[in-house]
């Protein structure tokens, strides 16, 4: 059973929800439920996923979102001595990994995963991610698996919103 939070966000959610179910235009419901819950103290990001957010288009809804309508404490700074640390040990686990091929491992060490992981593991915060759990695969290091090797818990964003207990009302 996933507690039920706080929860730490994964670039993928918000990339996946604007691009799919969650569209600015279609159900604009789930991105102000974001910035509730975080206001309740109960969902966050940290500032890679922020960078990797605005690396987007500035005209794309979810760069002007995350600029216009997200307070900046949403997203937490990972720049603690404590979770530098747990981040150490993550990067060295996937380096010495032998299930991973090298350009994988170099992927990684390139992206914001390993610092959620982190963050969540130092702070006790569930991630919240699209990604599934693979213990075969080879050519990527997928979050859960990192979660899993470092016993933080990893849900997808369905169990989150459940948890949280968010409805979309309809409004004519």
């Known amino acids: 059973m996933i507690k039920s939070g706080p929860y730490l966000i994964d670039a993928d959610v918000f990339i996946q929800a604007k691009n799919q179910h969650y569209a600015f235009s279609i159900c604009p419901g789930f991105w102000d439920s974001l910035v509730g819950h975080y206001e309740t103290q109960d969902v966050f990001s940290i500032d890679y996923i922020k960078q990797e957010l605005l690396r987007g288009d500035k005209e794309e809804d979810l760069v002007r979102w995350v600029k216009k309508k997200v307070p900046k404490e949403f997203f937490l700074t990972t720049q603690e001595d404590n979770v530098i640390e747990y981040y150490k040990s993550i990067m060295l686990w996937v380096q010495r990994s032998v299930q991973f091929f090298d350009s994988a491992k170099a992927k990684f ?4 995963d390993g610092w959620l992981a982190a963050y969540a593991k ?9 990604e599934q759990y693979r213990p075969e695969v080879r050519n990527r290091v997928p979050l859960p698996n ?3 090797a470092f016993d933080v818990e990893c849900c997808e964003v369905f169990r989150m919103l459940s948890n949280l207990q ?7």
């Open 109 to 112: 060490a390139t992206e914001a």
């Open 122 to 130: 130092v702070h006790g915060y569930v991630v919240v991610t699209g």
């Open 146 to 148: 990192v979660c899993k």
């Open 166 to 172: 968010v409805q979309f009302e309809w409004e004519r």
